[in-house]
């Protein structure tokens, strides 16, 4: 190894880590790449609790937990400024527990005049969401990776998706792997309203109340494979196409199904 190289590499270990930045109720997590961190369980009388409006920002509940003291309303953790929608793009949130909210996570877009989703791009991943009234929820919302999450036990009524587990509310090009969604009060994955292009493979969603996954009418083009639903009250696997449209279930493992096209 030549002397350019070792100065070079002794110069990049010296370089300090990016700060982390701790997360307290009412935050907007408003610096572009920032760090952010929970530095122990928080809870919060007011919603919503953190709100994320910068791009690429990444929020680490590090093994914490996020709840809400009094009823089961307002979101924990959402990209919105106040009560509206903002377009953040490339947020992470990831490893801890959200419990007791209306929504635990929400990515949202504002739609308008021409604009009815856009590519969010935010990474959400091993958090346990349980006793909220909707688990994850993407409106508008495009591009996104939901993996590793344990979304079980949210029964509550609060919300326009009261007991959805995972919901997708007209967004696309999202992929959703490796989740359980299980005891949810409604479905445990859902794509509704125009949500087109997405991918549902490996996930399990078990005893809930309404269906295990379910692709509601107008939602097309989904790839829906090697999921396993079981047990589920409604259907374990549920497409409200006609002849499944252009949805494309394979290799799942379920016990009901709507149609003859789900296999």
């Given at each position: ?23 307290h ?54 990209t ?49 969401l ?29 919300g ?13 090009g ?21 949500s ?37 009250g ?20 379920f ?9």
């Amino acid at each position: 190894m030549n002397s350019h190289r070792i100065f070079l590499l002794a110069c990049l270990a010296a370089l300090p880590a990016a700060a982390q930045i701790p997360v307290h109720c009412g935050d907007s997590l408003n610096i572009p790449g920032g760090q952010y961190v929970l530095t122990g369980n928080l809870t919060c009388p007011s919603v919503p609790a953190v709100h994320v409006t910068a791009d690429n920002v990444s929020f680490d509940l590090q093994g914490f937990t996020l709840s809400k003291s009094g009823p089961a309303v307002g979101t924990a953790i959402t990209t919105a400024a106040g009560p509206a929608c903002v377009i953040a793009t490339g947020a992470t949130i990831s490893n801890g527990t959200i419990s007791g909210f209306g929504i635990g996570v929400s990515i949202c877009v504002p739609t308008g005049p021409g604009v009815s989703s856009a590519s969010t791009q935010a990474v959400i991943h091993h958090l346990n969401l349980t006793g909220n009234s909707t688990g994850i929820a993407l409106y508008n919302a495009n591009d996104n990776e939901i993996h590793h999450n344990t979304v079980n036990g949210n029964t509550g009524t609060a919300g326009i998706t009261p007991g959805m587990g995972i919901v997708l509310v007209n967004s696309s090009g999202n992929n959703l792997h490796q989740n359980e969604a299980s005891g949810n009060g409604a479905d445990g994955v859902a794509l509704m309203f125009g949500s087109k292009d997405n991918n549902v493979m490996h996930n399990v969603a078990k005893n809930n109340t309404g269906s295990g996954i379910n692709v509601t009418s107008g939602s097309g083009d989904n790839v829906l494979k090697m999921n396993e639903a079981t047990t589920n009250g409604s259907f374990d696997l549920k497409d409200g196409n006609a002849a499944c449209g252009t949805n494309l279930w394979r290799s799942n493992t379920f016990v009901t199904k709507s149609q003859p096209c789900i296999n």
